[in-house]
């Protein structure tokens, strides 16, 4: 279990001085990683056995993001092996141990070169199972069952690619977050969001985003026909 303090960021607030989602999502993928590195199964550590890690489902509940220069502590580790996936937990505490943002999310290793999954964990001796109380469940697959409407279209450039060489995770929420304006994250915070990772993205792909235009709000990512990534956000009315 990784324990971190952070503080929050002018370069992560929003006008209402609330940490913006990507920019915790940013957060959250950074101390995954630190807790990763430090028992020798990071992205550098793994990158050596051509392996990467890849996430493939998150669930978060926000009760309130924390304010600009506020103090966090974050916590994250992993749960139980669901054999070829690999539970994580995160969660943001405020100074009095509230729980401000909770999070649970799936993981799975790939080989680098075939981008298939890898079926048998080389490390599985270093993945130590813990828990926490008022975990989430872990998320679950998103059915798509209303209609979708277009609002964007774009290309994904040099800047939105990570060191997997596809689309970041944190890129995505971003993607999925401009389509709305300032006045509506300002007035309509999300309270809750489920998230399915199902395709790679790359650099230079076309990429098209569709909506059904309701609270809560279902959202797909495509590219060439594919549905690459599915959302499901709800929104404070």
């Given at each position: 279990?990784?324990?971190?303090?952070?503080?929050?960021?002018?370069?992560?607030?929003?006008?209402?001085?609330?940490?913006?989602?990507?920019?915790?999502?940013?957060?959250?993928?950074?101390?995954?990683?630190?807790?990763?590195?430090?028992?020798?199964?990071?992205?550098s550590d793994?990158?050596?056995?051509?392996?990467?890690?890849?996430?493939?489902?998150?669930?978060?509940?926000?009760?309130?993001?924390?304010?600009?220069?506020?103090?966090?502590?974050?916590?994250?580790?992993?749960?139980?092996?669901?054999?070829?996936?690999?539970?994580?937990?995160?969660?943001?505490?405020?100074?009095?141990?509230?729980?401000?943002?909770?999070?649970?999310?799936?993981?799975?290793?790939?080989?680098?070169?075939?981008?298939?999954?890898?079926?048998?964990?080389?490390?599985?001796?270093?993945?130590?199972?813990?828990?926490?109380?008022?975990?989430?469940?872990?998320?679950?697959?998103?059915?798509?069952?209303?209609?979708?409407?277009?609002?964007?279209?774009?290309?994904i450039h040099?800047?939105?690619?990570?060191?997997?060489?596809?689309?970041?995770?944190?890129?995505?929420?971003?993607?999925?977050?401009?389509?709305?304006?300032?006045?509506?994250?300002?007035?309509h915070p999300?309270?809750?969001?489920?998230?399915?990772?199902?395709?790679?993205?790359?650099?230079?792909?076309?990429?098209?985003?569709?909506?059904?235009?309701?609270?809560?709000?279902?959202?797909?990512?495509?590219?060439?026909?594919?549905?690459?990534?599915?959302?499901?956000?709800?929104?404070?009315?």
């Amino acid at each position: 279990m990784t324990t971190e303090k952070i503080i929050i960021s002018s370069n992560d607030i929003d006008a209402n001085l609330n940490l913006k989602l990507a920019a915790f999502f940013r957060i959250m993928q950074d101390v995954i990683m630190h807790d990763t590195n430090l028992v020798g199964i990071g992205a550098s550590d793994l990158r050596k056995q051509n392996i990467l890690w890849v996430i493939t489902r998150v669930q978060v509940e926000i009760s309130r993001m924390p304010k600009y220069e506020e103090e966090v502590t974050c916590i994250t580790y992993p749960g139980a092996d669901l054999k070829m996936f690999y539970p994580r937990y995160f969660r943001m505490v405020d100074k009095d141990g509230n729980i401000l943002v909770n999070l649970s999310s799936v993981w799975a290793i790939i080989d680098a070169t075939t981008r298939r999954p890898i079926l048998k964990c080389p490390f599985q001796e270093k993945l130590y199972e813990e828990h926490l109380v008022d975990e989430l469940p872990l998320p679950s697959k998103i059915n798509v069952e209303d209609e979708l409407n277009l609002k964007e279209e774009r290309k994904i450039h040099y800047s939105e690619v990570d060191l997997n060489n596809h689309l970041n995770n944190t890129r995505y929420i971003e993607l999925i977050s401009d389509i709305h304006d300032s006045s509506f994250h300002l007035d309509h915070p999300t309270i809750s969001l489920e998230l399915n990772y199902l395709k790679e993205i790359h650099e230079n792909a076309h990429i098209s985003i569709y909506s059904n235009d309701k609270n809560p709000e279902i959202l797909e990512v495509k590219s060439d026909e594919n549905v690459n990534f599915i959302a499901r956000i709800t929104y404070k009315e």
